[in-house]
């Protein structure tokens, strides 16, 4: 079954314990991303990988870092985590190009306290 | 990419059609019109895109206007789990793989 698949799916830390969120996909998809959703600011975009090694940044990357040394995974790392990135983080994967939809993961449920 | 408006909320009885209205006004001749939706607090999921012409998969109908204004996904007949907050999307090919959520429309669906 295509999918993308998140993990943990619920996270609760303490501030500046890094962590990391891991996403991957079985669909050989060059296009992967994170995006974060609070209420009343709808999703952001954090990174975004147009392929393996070449990340770039999105509307909010302040305090997150990713990688993408394999296709098919692509992890948002938390070097010193705040409470200001509680949130609601999903990942998403898709074919290279605008023309083409993007499958999104089950989301992780983060708390920093 | 261009800008979306959508209504903020939305009631369908069950069995009926769900029409659900996207403004984009400022549309290029090459941004594709996308539809998402999220159910509750999943994941978004991708309903069907269209350029120009009107699309029909198993999930959905997408309406295009002529001018390329507006358009308006169809959901034939609503059930209780389409109940969602739906998202019309306008992106180009040129402009990567970038997703912009706006607001979208809160789809009540009623027994």
């Not at chain 1, 990942?91 to 306290?113: D, H, I, K, M, N």
Request: with cysteine; glycine share 8%; aromatic share 10%.
């Amino acid at each position: 079954e295509a999918q993308v698949t998140q993990n943990p799916r619920y996270l609760i830390t303490v501030t500046g314990k890094k962590l990391t969120v891991t996403c991957s996909q079985n669909m050989n998809h060059e296009y992967m991303s994170w995006y974060r959703q609070d209420p009343g600011l709808g999703l952001r975009q954090i990174y975004y990988s147009m392929n393996v090694e070449v990340t770039d940044k999105g509307d909010v990357p302040e305090g997150y870092k990713v990688s993408r040394k394999e296709k098919r995974n692509f992890p948002l790392i938390l070097e010193s985590p705040s409470p200001n990135q509680t949130s609601l983080y999903f990942c998403a994967s898709g074919r290279q190009g605008g023309s083409y939809e993007q499958y999104f993961g089950p989301g992780t449920r983060l708390t920093v306290t | 990419d261009a800008k979306t408006t959508q209504p903020p909320s939305m009631d369908c009885a069950e069995g009926r059609a769900a029409n659900l209205p996207c403004n984009h006004s400022t549309i290029s001749g090459n941004e594709y019109v996308y539809w998402y939706r999220q159910i509750h607090s999943q994941g978004p999921q991708y309903i069907i895109h269209g350029l120009k012409n009107n699309e029909t998969n198993e999930m959905a109908s997408l309406i295009i206007t002529e001018d390329r204004k507006s358009s308006t996904l169809i959901l034939p007949h609503a059930t209780l789990r389409d109940t969602a907050v739906y998202y019309c999307i306008v992106r180009g090919a040129w402009a990567g793989n970038m997703l912009t959520f706006g607001g979208g429309t809160r789809l009540m669906v009623k027994p």
